[in-house]
Nanobody
Framework: QVQLVESGGGLVQAGGSLRLSCAAS????????MGWYRQAPGKQRELVAT???????NYADSVKGRFTISRDNAKNTVYLQMNSLKPEDTGVYYC???????????WGQGTQVTVSS
């Protein structure tokens, strides 16, 4: 089992920045993917940014050039730096990890990001 704990959400004005963190409860091997998803009210959960099979990154078109995903393997932590935030970035942001041959998937509890206009 892996526990993922997110932090860093909050309320920010449009154009502002936030940095999200996701700490895993233990060192994880055989990571297939690790990153961030978000869910806005009334909408489906969507991919924001993720590492795939090592250092390859994948971003949603809507956040390219504004968000940056990074990680610190020594701290078992992945980050999401969000700049130039827009009201449409509002939602609950979830950390996600997929591990092993069985592709076991784990989710954090989510952290709320609210961007005011």
């Amino acid at each position: 089992q892996v526990q993922l704990v997110e932090s860093g959400g909050g309320l920010v004005q449009a154009g502002g920045s936030l940095r999200l963190s996701c700490a895993a409860s233990r060192t994880i091997f055989s990571i297939n993917a690790m990153g961030w998803y978000r869910q806005a009210p009334g909408k489906q959960r969507e991919l924001v940014a993720t590492f795939i099979r090592g250092d390859t990154t994948n971003y949603a078109d809507s956040v390219k050039g504004r968000f940056t995903i990074s990680r610190d393997n020594a701290k078992n932590t992945v980050y999401l730096q969000m700049n130039s935030l827009k009201p449409e970035d509002t939602g609950v942001y979830y950390c996600n990890i997929v591990v092993g041959l069985a592709r076991s998937e784990y989710w954090g509890q989510g952290t709320q990001v609210t961007v005011s206009s």
